[in-house]
């Protein structure tokens, strides 16, 4: 689907052709031939540039990796230029979760629970080495990676990562979502739960000790 929008009719040799859709799709924004008074693009292209420009971080900050998130968010980085400063600690009004820091099982159950109520579309990245992977707690109670309970669609590396590296993962993601093919296919049907990549069973057990 193709719309514009212009301020008056605008001259032949600027009217859309077949030759410049190709070019108008990957700049997803405007005919560099056009006038100035017009803009071309694609409604799926206008959704993407939309969702990507005001994304509402649901932080779980966990651990160490939270502070990090702190420092990014603060006027020495200022996530605010990137239109993610608006944290929503309702999942309700999230459009993505940041999930920095150590996840254990017993905590597990919590954020999954969190996810299921975030509306579609959503998304979520995965902040240190213990979100990507359980890091150096190789034990029995922290979850080895929160792709097995949740859809992972950004993984930054480190122990803690640089501020500097929590805003590559967010352009990252922005990226990844300009390049939706059909962001509205399906919005208003009724969503299944989106799977995790690696998922495990994990089942909450309590045991009572006499």
Not at 71 to 95: K, L, M, W
Not at 109 to 117: G, K
Not at 147 to 173: F, N
Request: aromatic share 10%; hydrophobic share 40%.
């Amino acid at each position: 689907m193709l719309i514009a929008a212009g301020l008056s009719t605008p001259p032949a040799e600027y009217v859309m052709a077949s030759d410049n859709l190709q070019e108008i799709e990957q700049n997803y924004m405007c005919d560099p031939d056009a006038d100035g008074g017009f803009v071309y693009t694609t409604a799926e292209a206008a959704i993407n540039w939309v969702q990507q420009s005001s994304l509402w971080p649901m932080p779980m900050g966990t651990s160490c990796c939270a502070i990090e998130y702190m420092a990014a968010a603060c006027s020495r980085y200022d996530i605010s230029r990137f239109g993610a400063e608006v944290n929503r600690y309702t999942p309700h009004q999230a459009d993505f979760m940041f999930i920095c820091g150590t996840i254990t099982y017993k905590m597990a159950m919590l954020v999954r629970r969190i996810w299921d109520q975030m509306p579609e579309p959503k998304w979520c990245i995965a902040c240190g080495a213990c979100a990507c992977s359980g890091g150096m707690f190789r034990s029995y109670s922290v979850l080895q990676g929160v792709d097995k309970i949740v859809p992972v669609d950004v993984y930054i590396s480190g122990c803690p990562p640089r501020p500097e590296a929590l805003l590559q993962g967010l352009m990252t993601l922005k990226n990844k979502i300009m390049e939706t093919g059909h962001p509205l296919k399906g919005f208003f049907k009724t969503h299944e739960p989106k799977e995790a990549q690696n998922a495990d069973t994990i089942t909450a057990k309590m045991s009572i000790m006499d």
